[in-house]
């Protein structure tokens, strides 16, 4: 059954992949969109929010990296006020780290630049304020890359959405308990305060909350990833205001220069993280993932290992400021698959729904672009070859034991299970 533009489309979840989606079908003409999510966006506990997310071309993976490039030339236009060209460095402790090495071939492959090193203080000719004194790191730095304003640009995405003519829900409304169905299709949404939405489609882009409304944890599965904010000084600001991205592939742990202005220092590891254990309403199984009902960054809680990594982290970047209090931490969701790939596709069974969901920790830089590519999905018309890709697949024997570890990118310990008491403190 095709869908007409007239026809109403409900959106759950105002993040990356919610709005872009939103915005690009209002470009093509669907007239009555709804975006349905718990808070307003910039969702305060949501995987598409705070200060910074990484802006890179650099990935292993050729087709990220093709579309890097091309959601680079929306962040240096249409959302350039929300983006900082600081550069980005990637340090490896041992040789030839596989990740690091693809990804310079296919810079270098499309013609990009690349300063190798293989002592970090060569980096000081290009970054003085470098404070790091690492001779045994090895890796490169990419000029054309740095970090955006997350909350900003998803604010300014939720804006165009809204001239476009695209209705939000938040609040009770816009809190989805499950999926309205009649049979094998989905007919719309039970939302909390008891009512329902109908629509001829529903697109699912719930992130770390999607198995909570279908049961897919053999694709997808969430993770919390540590994340912590230093409040500097203007003067310290200053000094370090010319600082690249920085990760350490190693480590998994990465860090932001200041932000203009506000003078925040960010740190996170993009790593295999933390899984909690929740009942799915859907299935009735333990999942892991945040809360629905209430806010997940309020209690400002870090597992003690995830500290101490961020903390050991912060040392290996800044020495100068290792002693420094957190003014804020928190854990960020993460929604894994198990090859970092994004899952974008209509459900297999389930007429109705389309889902756009799995950003396993890197789909932000696409703001500019994702919307296209979702949309071409959601209107059969996306090529073969990223349809295959992004396919939300059917369980299979194994689905028990899936490795989410995605794509190669991460770095430090495996994924942990936070204990009782642990997650009673989230
Ligand atoms: C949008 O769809 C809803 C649900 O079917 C309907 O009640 C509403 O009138 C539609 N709005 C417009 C502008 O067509
Ligand atoms: C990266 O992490 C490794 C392992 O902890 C450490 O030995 C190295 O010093 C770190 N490098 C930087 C630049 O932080």
Redesign the pocket.
């Known amino acids: 059954m095709s869908i007409q533009k007239a026809d109403p489309i409900l959106i759950i979840g105002a993040g990356v992949f919610g709005l872009s989606t939103a915005l690009e079908l209002s470009k093509r003409g669907y007239q009555n969109i709804t975006v349905l999510d718990r808070h307003v966006p910039p969702v305060a506990d949501g995987s598409s929010v705070d200060i910074s997310r990484i802006i890179r071309a650099d990935y292993a993976d050729p087709v990220y990296h093709q579309m890097a490039l091309e959601a680079y030339k929306g962040w240096t236009s249409t959302y350039a006020e929300f983006y900082h060209e600081s550069g980005f460095i990637m340090?490896?402790?041992t040789p030839s780290n596989l990740y690091i090495e693809q990804s310079k071939q296919n810079i270098i492959a499309k013609g990009g630049h690349i300063d190798e090193y293989s002592d970090?203080t060569q980096m000081r000719d290009l970054y003085p304020s470098l404070e790091?004194d690492?001779p045994?790191?090895q890796g490169y730095h990419n000029p054309v890359g740095g970090w955006a304003d997350a909350a900003g640009s998803i604010g300014r995405l939720a804006s165009q959405c809204s001239v476009a003519g695209v209705s939000f829900m938040t609040g009770r409304r816009g809190t989805v308990h499950s999926l309205r169905r009649s049979g094998d299709r989905v007919v719309g949404v039970n939302i909390a305060d008891g009512s329902h939405i109908l629509a001829s489609k529903v697109i699912l882009a719930t992130g770390a909350w999607s198995n909570r409304l279908i049961d897919i944890p053999y694709a997808a599965t969430s993770s919390g990833q540590p994340v912590g904010f230093i409040q500097l000084t203007a003067e310290e600001g200053r000094l370090l205001e010319k600082n690249p991205v920085?990760i350490?592939?190693?480590?998994g742990?990465f860090s932001f220069p200041p932000t203009p202005d506000t003078n925040i220092l960010k740190l996170a590891r993009h790593g295999y993280g933390f899984a909690t254990e929740v009942q799915s309403e859907v299935s009735g199984h333990p999942i892991s993932g945040p809360r629905r009902d209430s806010s997940n960054v309020a209690s400002g809680y870090l597992p003690e290992d995830a500290d101490q990594a961020l903390r050991?982290?912060l040392k290996?970047?800044f020495p100068s400021l290792q002693d420094r209090p957190w003014m804020n931490r928190r854990l960020c969701w993460y929604t894994d698959t198990p090859n970092g790939d994004f899952i974008i596709d209509h459900h297999p069974t389930l007429q109705g729904l389309f889902v756009a969901t799995g950003g396993a920790g890197h789909a932000f830089k696409f703001l500019p672009i994702l919307g296209k590519y979702i949309t071409d999905s959601f209107e059969n018309t996306a090529p073969t070859d990223l349809h295959t890709k992004w396919r939300l697949k059917s369980p299979t024997q194994e689905s028990g034991n899936v490795d989410m570890s995605g794509d190669g990118s991460r770095?430090g310990p495996p994924l942990r299970k936070l204990t009782v008491m642990e997650q009673s403190k989230l």
């Open positions: 340090i490896s402790e970090l790091a690492i045994r790191a920085m350490n592939m190693t480590t742990v050991q982290g290996q970047f770095g």
